[in-house]
């Protein structure tokens, strides 16, 4: 049996460019790993399925592992299956990647499980067709994103840790294209915010106001939960801003107080808040399972 772990990712900086010809947007985002994570197993079996707990905590039916295993099946002209146990821990839908993680580590073990002879870029490739976010969850770490997010560029990762706030309220499955038809050309920004903070990051320098996301803007109009989460981690001196499209918010804390301020921050806004600490990338093999 092959355990590996599925870490989720908040997004430093994001910046929306502006929409392409493709009806995509152009964005230019850095992309941090963290050490909160599903897991999964794999198990040599002659047909795929996927077991999920807790039960309910991510419908199979629209479970990325699935999709990515078929892709791997299908490109890789391969026969035999696998059988696949995931652990939820990551919360869904919130903005933390989970499904895109899921769906790449699936590729990592698939590539093991099934002694397939496939480098990281042929991955990525493969990734891209999941999900913008997936591509990055080949290596993790800390990269910028370009294009849709998926053109990767390694970073050195930010000093500190972060606290990870979760509000209790429901989180629509479709939210990312919702808050992208929120978006107006005056929440468009040059970038310019994602290249100080990746020269930040290459001279060792704390982000501080440099983590920003251009969903914040419009955040207001979508979660009932923000402006109750950004009071409580403001409280606290923090700089809170969105995991991804939400409705999560994370903020930059020193080495060993996100512990003391995720308690206050859950009382204060009657939330689930985690410490959470930044996770460097890693190999072709995946995150082993401890």
């Known amino acids: 049996m092959l355990r590996l772990l599925a ?3 908040v997004n430093l900086t994001f910046e929306v460019l502006g929409r392409r010809a493709d009806g995509y947007h152009e964005v230019r985002t850095i992309l941090q790993s963290l050490s909160l994570a599903d897991e999964l197993t794999f198990e040599e079996s002659n047909h795929l399925s996927l077991t999920v707990a807790p039960e309910g905590a991510a419908p199979i039916e629209e479970n990325l592992v699935l999709a990515a295993a078929r892709l791997l099946q299908r490109e890789a002209g391969v026969s035999v299956g696998a059988a696949f146990h995931l652990t939820k821990r990551i919360p869904t839908a919130g903005g933390l990647g989970g499904g895109s ?3 790449a580590t699936a590729l990592l073990g698939l590539r093991q499980l099934w002694g397939l002879d496939l480098d990281a870029d042929a991955l990525r490739e493969l990734a891209a067709q999941l999900g913008s ?3 990055f ?3 993790g770490g800390t990269a910028l994103g370009e294009g849709r997010g998926e053109r990767l560029s390694p970073l050195p990762s930010p000093l500190g840790e972060a606290v990870v706030a979760v509000p209790e309220a ?4 479709d939210k990312t ?3 992208y038809g929120l978006l107006r050309p005056e929440h468009y920004t040059d970038g310019s915010a994602t290249a100080d903070a990746g020269r930040r990051l290459r001279d060792g320098e704390p982000l501080g106001a440099q983590v920003v996301n251009a969903f914040d803007a419009v955040a207001a109009q979508a979660y009932p939960s923000y402006a109750g989460l950004s009071a409580a981690f403001e409280s606290e001196g923090l700089w809170p801003v969105l995991c991804g499209a939400g409705p ?3 903020a930059l804390a020193v080495v060993g107080q996100g512990s003391d301020l995720a308690e206050r921050v859950a009382e204060r806004a009657a939330c689930v808040a985690l410490p959470v600490s930044f996770r460097g990338a890693w190999a072709l093999d995946g995150v082993a399972a401890e």
């Open 248 to 250: 999560s918010m994370f």
């Open 177 to 179: 294209a919702q808050m």
């Open 133 to 135: 976010d997936v591509p």
């Open 170 to 173: 429901s989180r629509p499955r």
């Open 101 to 103: 993680s899921d769906a």
């Open 7 to 9: 870490p989720a990712k």
């Open 137 to 139: 969850f080949v290596s």
